[in-house]
């Protein structure tokens, strides 16, 4: 069974930095193209990073130059490292598959909140 295991949100000022992890588990990590998902109060659920089998990597505007992905295929886990946060970074964060569509079983998420 998929799972996915997400942690390393935590309440944050503006202008700070969070890093992000999520283990997976009960798939082939390494050949999957990986991505970090967030979904704020009221809206839809948005792509905001992804890291491809090969390393490749793909922002979405309000992440380039903030966020960094990256992946440790030994270890099962992809990471995403937020610099510079705003307030409207709040919100829930998920990893899973890419695209979207081909999504696995979605973990619980960890919440990241931007606040003064």
């Known amino acids: 069974q998929v799972q996915l295991v997400e942690s390393g949100g935590d309440l944050v000022q503006p202008g700070g930095s969070l890093r992000l992890s999520c283990v997976a588990s009960?798939?082939?990590?390494?050949?999957?193209?990986m991505g970090w998902y967030r979904q704020a109060p009221g809206k839809e659920r948005e792509l905001v990073a992804e890291?491809?089998?090969?390393?490749?990597?793909n922002y979405a505007d309000s992440a380039k130059g903030r966020f960094t992905i990256s992946r440790d295929n030994a270890k099962n886990t992809v990471y995403l490292q937020m610099k510079d946060l705003k307030f409207e970074d709040t919100a829930v964060y998920y990893c899973?598959?890419?695209?979207?569509?081909?999504?696995?079983?979605w973990g619980q998420g960890t919440q990241v909140t931007v606040s003064s």
């Open positions: 009960g798939m082939t990590f390494k050949i999957r193209a």
């Open positions: 899973n598959v890419v695209p979207e569509r081909r999504a696995v079983n």
């Open positions: 890291v491809g089998s090969d390393g490749i990597t």
